[in-house]
């Protein structure tokens, strides 16, 4: 009786230990099993995106009861190929309970990762996802004998309408250490002695350098890897024979978008038709409408204005305040002159926001002070970093990584790399470069982000020197579309020839360069299927988050520099000494040197300079051609440096100055 | 005339035994060897390993194929497909 009081008494204390001690769940699947599904139904709202320490791929953090919920990348197997296996390696290894996420209809290709997983002697517990689609196809796989024969606790859902989520409770209480086959744990019993966990012994076995080297130990030649692998796949295809029954061949859904989208004759069409729904919405909804609202509206009339009439009180300001019109003429305009700041002139100032108040109104403030300039100037390092950033790139960020969720979650993607790879191939890449490339239209900040997700260096260089040399981002295609819109064809045709020659030439040159082999094309095809919207608008937010938690600082660094540029005349000295080159080379009027120098900012400033000067149509050529291949834009050349390294960077940056005024000078040359 | 039965045979069979790039569309394959290092691993992992019965749904313009193993499809680029040995059947 008393001992039963005492077992009582530290039940409670038993059960905080093993909650504190067991928390950390780790989700783990194949690309496109619906593991964000099954993490956004955990998690609820509450999550939090980071970078994995050492490494640039981010990881998915959320809280389930007393869990700690990690999602990771998708992945076929635990190892070290790329970067995303090495996060989603060392989480696991990190975690306590292991739930892994199957896609039923791809059971021979998925169980590899659950063999494995319980070869590591993780608790593990499996979700069998799409399980109605197995119903619709006429599949009967027995759950019972699967979970025999693995040792471990199965559950099936569907996670587009959550059907068998509310099982995932028990899964994770049930989470169990499964079935180890005798070849594999004889083996492993020889590290127990060196006090190496089980997990990480199969994974030295498997010849993973990085944790052998941790528990200093000689790599094991690539053949014990193979012989692991052989023999664990002749394992997933005898379980598959045996649980998996296919009652007719009939169930088998034509996948005819899949086909189409594969084959060049048809899946050009398709291509061209996306990318101008894909222009619809981002270069004229988004761009174009929302950008304007948020970064004029809300940016620039009520952030900055506020902000600086704030500041002008305080210090040395002259306001020129302009009414205009629909048509931006401008009706009426006022001077302000604080030299003591406003506050030191109620009644002016007080005239000041009477004026300004009108809905029309546009105030431009000059500060004086060196100081209060560099951090709310024209380039302030405060304003007009948040403007850029939250109001203009922010949305822009948040459109493109919308269509690309959507993309991505139907299943095009793949077969888009598929079908342009043999292109790529004769650039030193393969199929899946479309993706940064793609991306690069957009924006190139993000575009360098992911060339992450190439297979080498080889290939990560010559699409970041692709990015940065001839890809215009959405904001500079937006004002080259109308500084083209009213010259006529014969630009626009010179335009294309040449920056689709400087790319050819570009590529080209580059992958007879740079050492190294490129990588060849091996990717799985999912199914194409309409995505849910829901988890496209979590994707999105959770990746334009991650993405600005990542290129903001730096780009407040980069505005830092060109703000101590302008303040110490080095900008002025840059645009005296460009001066030359801008009239007798280019044969533009001097002026234009200045837009080429706000380039370096923004890419739209650099274009945009060039709408107040009177420039002939072949002026206008040349003009956007060099623009266009001029440098990128100080937040992607900060983002370039810290992806590439500095001598990378700075190599590719100083080429754009170099190919730009070269390739520009040539063609004025010829056409002027 | 048995002799040259077998030879046509051997010939034949030997016809049969090639590189994935050179599979046509439409066509039923055994693989019989994988490139080794650690593409043969990746190989393995996605579900292809020596001895597997293919179908390739896809030849593109340039090479590149697309297999398909039961449920699930697979594309191979063209500089990879040249070191996967195969041996083409008439049937699965």
């Not at chain 1, 190929?81 to 896609?103: C, S, T, Y």
């Not at chain 1, 593990?124 to 796989?141: A, Y």
């Not at chain 2, 992992?45 to 019965?53: A, F, I, V």
Request: glycine share 8%.
């Amino acid at each position: 009786m008393k001992s039963d009081e005492i077992k009582d008494e530290l039940k409670p204390i038993n059960n905080f230990i093993k909650q504190n001690k067991q928390n950390k769940i780790v989700l783990v699947g194949n690309p496109n099993v619906g593991k964000s599904c099954i993490f956004n139904y955990l998690s609820g709202m509450y999550v939090d995106v980071s970078n994995f320490p050492g490494t640039t791929v981010s990881i998915t953090k959320g809280k389930y009861k007393d869990y700690d919920v990690y999602d990771t990348p998708g992945i076929y197997g635990v190892g070290s190929f790329n970067d995303e296996e090495k996060v989603a390696r060392d989480i696991i290894l990190d975690g306590d309970i292991v739930i892994n996420v199957v896609n039923s209809l791809n059971l021979e290709r998925d169980l590899f990762l659950t063999l494995q997983l319980i070869e590591m002697g993780k608790k593990v517990g499996v979700i069998l996802n799409f399980s109605d689609e197995i119903k619709k196809r006429k599949i009967k796989i027995n759950v019972q004998e699967l979970s025999k024969i693995l040792g471990v606790e199965i559950i099936e859902t569907t996670a587009i309408d959550k059907k068998g989520f509310d099982k995932i409770d028990h899964l994770i209480e049930n989470a169990r250490v499964g079935n180890q086959p005798d070849e594999i744990s004889s083996i492993i019993k020889n590290f127990a002695s060196q006090n190496i966990p089980q997990a990480q012994a199969l994974l030295i076995l498997e010849g993973d350098s990085n944790i052998s080297s941790k528990y200093k130990i000689e790599k094991i030649p690539i053949e014990q890897r193979e012989n692991i692998y052989i023999t664990r796949r002749n394992r997933v295809n005898e379980i598959v024979s045996q649980i998996e029954y296919e009652d007719s061949t009939k169930g088998e859904i034509f996948n005819w978008l899949g086909k189409i989208s594969i084959n060049p004759i048809t899946g050009i069409p398709l291509l061209v038709m996306i990318l101008t729904l894909v222009y619809f919405f981002i270069g004229n909804f988004v761009s174009q409408k929302v950008v304007n609202y948020t970064e004029n509206k809300i940016g620039k009339g009520i952030f900055e204005y506020y902000t600086k009439s704030f500041i002008s009180r305080y210090t040395n300001t002259e306001i020129l305040t302009q009414l205009v019109d629909e048509n931006k003429n401008v009706i009426d305009e006022k001077l302000f002159q604080f030299p003591d700041g406003s506050n030191s002139n109620p009644k002016l100032k007080e005239e000041f926001e009477k004026f300004s108040s009108h809905n029309n109104s546009i105030s431009n403030f000059t500060f004086f002070n060196p100081y209060v300039k560099l951090f709310f100037g024209e380039f302030g390092v405060i304003t007009m970093t948040i403007t850029y950033l939250l109001f203009l790139l922010f949305p822009l960020v948040i459109g493109f990584y919308l269509v690309m969720a959507f993309l991505e979650d139907s299943g095009y993607l793949p077969r888009l790399a598929t079908m342009l790879d043999r292109a790529f191939n004769k650039i030193g890449l393969n199929g899946r470069a479309v993706i940064p490339i793609m991306l690069g239209f957009g924006c190139i900040t993000m575009a360098n982000i992911t060339t992450r997700l190439l297979g080498s260096e080889k290939e990560k260089s010559i699409v970041t020197a692709i990015l940065q040399f001839v890809i215009p981002c959405s904001a500079q295609l937006a004002v080259i579309a109308v500084l083209l819109s009213g010259a006529g064809l014969k630009p626009m045709l010179i335009f294309i020839t040449v920056i689709g020659s400087v790319l050819i030439l570009l590529s080209t040159i580059l992958n007879k360069l740079l050492p190294g082999e490129s990588s060849p094309l091996l990717i799985d095809l999912p199914i194409m299927r309409f995505p849910r919207l829901s988890n496209i608008f979590k994707k999105t937010f959770y990746r334009s988050w991650g993405f600005m938690k990542e290129a903001g600082f730096w780009f407040f660094i980069g505005a830092l520099g060109v703000g101590i540029l302008d303040l110490t005349g080095l900008l002025k000295l840059w645009q005296d000494f460009l001066n030359p080159l801008t009239v007798h080379w280019l044969k533009l009027p001097k002026e234009a040197s200045t837009a080429f120098v706000m380039g370096m900012v923004r890419r739209d400033f650099g274009a945009a300079g060039l709408f107040d000067l009177k420039l002939s149509t072949m002026q206008i050529t040349v003009a956007i051609i060099t623009i266009t291949l001029f440098v990128p834009c100080i937040a992607s050349f900060v983002v370039m440096l810290k992806e590439r390294g500095l001598k990378e960077g700075l190599i590719i940056w100083l080429g754009t100055w170099v190919t730009a005024f070269f390739i520009g000078g040539l063609v004025a040359q010829i056409i002027i | 005339m048995f002799l040259v039965n077998a030879i046509i045979l051997i010939v034949k069979e030997i016809k049969m035994d090639k590189t994935l790039d050179k599979i046509s569309q439409g066509k039923f394959l055994k693989i019989t060897k994988l490139p080794t290092g650690d593409i043969k691993s990746q190989l393995i992992r996605l579900g292809l390993s020596e001895g597997d019965k293919l179908k390739c749904t896809h030849k593109l313009p340039g090479g590149t194929i697309v297999v398909k193993k039961n449920r699930q499809e697979i594309a191979i680029g063209f500089d990879l497909a040249k070191k996967i040995k195969i041996h083409e059947l008439n049937e699965l």
